[in-house]
C-alpha cells in the first residue's frame, strides 16, 4: 500500500491542473503546499471558496455547471454593481452562489485520514467526512455548509430588485470573509496537528537516554556502598587480629575512617 500511495501521489502531482483556473487558488496555496509536502499527504482538488452567478437553461430540473453560462466569478468579495451588470446579461434562469472552501486530500493511512477530519471539524468546517474506495484511496473531504443559492432570474427576467441584490451582496460578501477566517483557522490547527504527530513519532522510535541516567547512577551508588560495606567489616576483622601490635593498623584504621565519612 506503501508503493501504491507513492505512485498516486506522483501521478497526480504530474497532472496538469483541469480546473477553470487552471492553477490553485491564492489564498489556500499555503495549505496546498504544506499538504503536499508532507509524506502521507497529497491535494486532488481544491477551492478557496467563490461567488459565482451562473446562467442555466430555462426550465430545466437538473442545473449541471458544464451546461451553464459563467456570468461571473470571484474568489474575493464582489460589489454590487459587478453582479448587477452580470445578470442583466442573463438569457436563462441566473442564480447567484456562495461556495464555501472544499479540499480534498488523499491519505496514506486511515489514521492519517482521521487527523485530518479532525483538523477540519474543529475548525469549522463540520460537513468534513472521509471515504475509501474499492482500490484502497481513502480521501478526505474539508467541507462546510455555510453557502449561498438564491434564483435572479427566470427566461431571462429579473426577478428581484437591485436593493435585494445590493443586500444579497452584503451576505455573500460575510460569508466570504467568514470562509478566510475559517481557512487560517485550519491551517494554524493543522501545522500543530503534524508537529504534535512528529514529535510522537520520534518519541517512539527514539525513547529518551535521560531515562537510563538515573539508574545508572543509582546502580553505581550501590556498588559503591557495597565497597564501603566490605572494606569496613575487613578493617573490623584486621582490628580483632592485630590488636596487640603496635604497627601503625590503627591510625590506617582512623584513615579509612575519615574516607569513608568523606565518601557516603
Known amino acids: 500500500m506503501e508503493k501504491r500511495f507513492s505512485q498516486w501521489k506522483q501521478q497526480c502531482v504530474n497532472k496538469l491542473d483541469l480546473s477553470k483556473k487552471g492553477s490553485v487558488d491564492e489564498d489556500i496555496s499555503h495549505v496546498v503546499s504544506l499538504l503536499n509536502n508532507c509524506e502521507q499527504f497529497f491535494t486532488t482538488s481544491s477551492c478557496s471558496g467563490r461567488i459565482i452567478l451562473i446562467d442555466g437553461a430555462p426550465d430545466s430540473t437538473d442545473v449541471h455547471k458544464q451546461d451553464c453560462v459563467w456570468l461571473f466569478v470571484s474568489h474575493h468579495k464582489c460589489k454590487c454593481d459587478e453582479l448587477m451588470s ?97 481557512i487560517h483557522r485550519f491551517y494554524q490547527n493543522l501545522q500543530s496537528a503534524l508537529q504534535t504527530e512528529k514529535l510522537h513519532r520520534l518519541q517512539l522510535s527514539d525513547p529518551p537516554s535521560s531515562q537510563e541516567t538515573p539508574h545508572r547512577a543509582e546502580t553505581q551508588k550501590e556498588k559503591d556502598v557495597t565497597s564501603v560495606y566490605k572494606r569496613r567489616r575487613k578493617r573490623e576483622q584486621n582490628h580483632h587480629t592485630d590488636c596487640c601490635h603496635s604497627d601503625g593498623s590503627s591510625i590506617m584504621s582512623e584513615l579509612d575512617d575519615c574516607l569513608d565519612s568523606i565518601f557516603t
Open 86 to 182: 452580470a445578470v442583466e446579461r442573463s438569457s436563462g434562469d441566473a442564480v447567484l452562489k456562495f461556495e464555501p472552501f472544499v479540499l480534498h486530500v488523499q491519505c496514506r493511512q486511515l489514521e492519517d485520514a482521521q487527523l485530518m477530519h479532525s483538523v477540519a471539524v474543529n475548525s469549522g468546517f463540520r460537513n468534513s467526512g472521509l471515504t475509501v474506495s474499492k482500490t484502497g484511496k481513502i480521501i478526505t473531504a474539508v467541507r462546510s455548509t455555510h453557502g449561498l443559492e438564491v434564483p435572479l432570474s427566470h427566461k431571462g427576467k429579473l426577478l428581484v430588485e437591485q436593493e435585494y441584490i445590493n443586500f444579497l451582496t452584503q451576505i455573500a460578501n460575510q460569508k466570504m470573509e467568514e470562509n478566510l477566517r475559517r
